[in-house]
Structure formats: C-alpha cells, structure tokens
C-alpha cells in the first residue's frame, strides 16, 4: 500500500538495467476528469497512493473470503516540494463523507455526482475487480483542490512483496495481541499472532500488522492510520539504513513493478526513471505525515473545514507545514529570516483593492502589515523593495516572495510599492494560517517511527 512511494522515490537508475516495461502495470486515463485543478506551482508536485484490499487474484489468500470488487483500504496524498527534497504525506480516512463527482463506468459511460457517501466507496464504482483508480483520482481532486500528477495503487500481494523485498521492517507493538482480540465471538484467546515490543514483520505479518483494527489503539480506522504512517516511516528508514546499492534495490523494484498499478504517466520504465531521478537528492528526515483534519459524524467521519481547505492551500502554494517553518521567520538557506520589521504596502497601479489584497497575504505567512494604501503615483512597471539600514535580509526574502526589485532608502523601514508586474514567487498566493488541528498532529519520519508503541498505548 504506502511502501509503494518508497519505491518510487529510491529506484534511481535501477530501473533502466531491470528492463521493466514487460511487467508494469497501468489504468486507463479515460476516467480522468477533464476539468481539473491547476498543477502544483514552481516544481512541486503531488502523488496519489491507493491501497486496495481486493479478494481477486493472489489477493484472497492474503486478505481473507470477500468479493472480488475493487476497494480502497489506505488513501495518501504526498506532496513533493520544488527542489524535490522534502514532502508532506496527507492520510485521507477511508470513512470520509465526500462529494464524489462524475466517474466513468467499466461501459463508458459516466455516473451521476454523488454527495455525502463513503470517500472509498469512490474505488468501487462500476464494480469491477481491478477497482476505479480514476474516480478516487477525481474526488481527491475535487476534495483537495490538489492537480494529482502521478497515482500508484498497492494491492495486498504488492505490499506483502515490497515489505519481503527489504528483509522485512521494524515495528513496535505496545501489547499482545491474539486471535482472540480480532474476533470477540471466539470462546478462547487463541494463538499470539504480536508479541508487545520492537519486532520485524514482513510478508503477510505485516499486511497484518498496518490492517488489524482490534487489539490495537482505539480499534478505529483513524488509530490504523497512525500505524500505517508509522509503518510508512520505518520502511523509509530501513531503505536508507540498508544502503541504496543495486543489491539492495532491485528486489525492492522487481517487487513494485510486478504488483502495483500505475497511471499512464508512470507506465514505462523510461518513465519511472525520470521521475526517480528527479528524486535522487530526496532526503527522509523531510518527510512528515499528517491526517486531514476530521471529527466523527456517527459512525463515520466528516472532514473539517475551513481547516482542511487550509491545509491544500498550503500545500498547492508549497508552503512548508513542518514544525521547523515558524509563523514569523522564513527558511533562506541554513538561516532563519525575520519577519519583524512592519511592512508597508502600497499600490503603485491602477488595480483596485491590491494593496489590501497583498498585505493579507503577506499577513498569511507572517509578516507585520502597516500602512495599506495608494503610491504617489500608479505607473510602476515592476513591484519594487524599499528597505532601511539593516533591513536587507528581510527585504531579500521578501523581494523573492513578490519577484520584485529591490531598492535601498535611506530612513528606516521597509515598504512595498506594487507595480504592473506583481505577483507570488510561482503565481500562487500564500495559504493561511495552518491550524492547530494540522501542525498539532504533524509527526516526522522519526518521530513517527520512535513513538508508536506510546502513541498507540495513549490513543493518541
């Protein structure tokens, strides 16, 4: 399921060699959406993960009697930021109430939009084996307001081969758990299927291990998703820990080219490489999980908003949501930028409102706004940058948020006279404010990974 990323992210050139194209697996785009968000600004991009929990095929020895319809059992957006360093995986709970749009039929033909269902039930519609890849594709679109460059779909026999194909991954238990925990019908405890501590799963214990929902946590779908992401974060840690040698990569590739499904955009060897290259320089410690943010409706799970809306902005503007970007101080190389100096804004054109507009932005990522009105005149070709005495680093950073020039006054002060040419680094203005309901449940990699047998213990 979420391993799928790992492999994307750490082929390198192993692909070229492997001769793949015989063995990947791709959807159709015909069920893609044609009116869709904008792409992700200045180098950024965003990766759809559907685990799928389909009895067909291999899958039924795995996952248990079932029907051979196609549903999603784990649902990941990762955004990749510019530079292609650093990303953001946002779980979507399977149990959400969700808008689902029009969807294409195994037929052809396309279905009605449907309001307040189940956002996995988006996987099953034209109940077909293999599932509907392109309509969760369209609903994480719609929900998210996100451009979804690349999808790869997990099913049970693609997660049990990535996990075996990396000599298996750490995992902490906080309790045992027995046969008897999953199936409160049983008269005896039955066989220890998790002994309580650190342990390496692989294969079906660790399919296992991210899909239990009783004897764990709280038994919620929620609680599951804390693991998967801490599974996530170990299996990231154990790639890097093994060495990015030929050796240690091929089996990891042969096992996700062989069992996971992609999007056209990645159908090809020669295209898995070139997106893995782009990736060469990714580093883990930059990866941080975090869940939509959501509160119960019943049984099931509503999506808060503004919240929620709050967390995409931010990321289609490719702002960090790590807990090491502040409000109040901005990453330019190793060093942090102050914020603290007021700003004042001026409209230096004939654009009704902009000087307002642009200083609650600039608000939205930190700065101190003051004066908020019209230049002495309104035919500034280029936004300009005027700053005081000891006022540079700021005004740097500031120039570069509003491509503008920058130019030295001598009183103190920084001020920003908009001109014609006026705009966001990328085109794309500044989310809000992240709400504590995002940064409050941001985890790293190694926070993930290090915590969970408390996390799991405290229901947190």
Known sequence: MTASVVALTLVAGITAYAKLNGKIHTFSSAGISRTRPKAAPAGGENILLIGSDTRSGNNSKLGGAGDAVGRSDTTLVVHIYPGHTRAVAVSIPRDSLVTIPACRLP?????????????????????????NPACTLNTVEKLTGLKIDHTV????????????????????????????????NRSTRGALLFRAGKQQVSGDKALQYVRIRHGLGDGSDIGRIQRQQAFLASLIMTIRSRGLTPSHLLPLVNAATANLTFDPSLGTASKLLKFAMSLRNFQPSHVNFVTVPWQY????????????DHLFQALQANQPIDTQHKKGSQKSGSASVSKSVPVSVYNGTTTTGLAGSTGTRLQGIGYTVGTIGNAPRQDYAQTEVQYGPGETAQAKALAHTLSAKLRPMQTSGIKVILGAQHGWRGGHAPAQPLPSSVTGHLRSVGSAKSNLCKNLSDGR
């Open 297 to 308: 409706a019943g049984a099931r799970v509503d999506i808060v908003q503004p919240d929620a």
């Open 107 to 131: 037929d052809g033909h396309w279905t009605a939009p449907q309001n307040n269902v189940m956002f996995n039930s988006a996987f099953s519609v034209g109940q077909s084996p293999q599932g």
């Open 153 to 184: 779909v997990a099913n049970f026999a693609g997660f049990a081969a990535l996990s075996k194909a990396v000599g298996g991954v750490p995992v902490c238990v906080p309790n045992a758990v027995y046969q008897g925990d999953l199936d409160p």
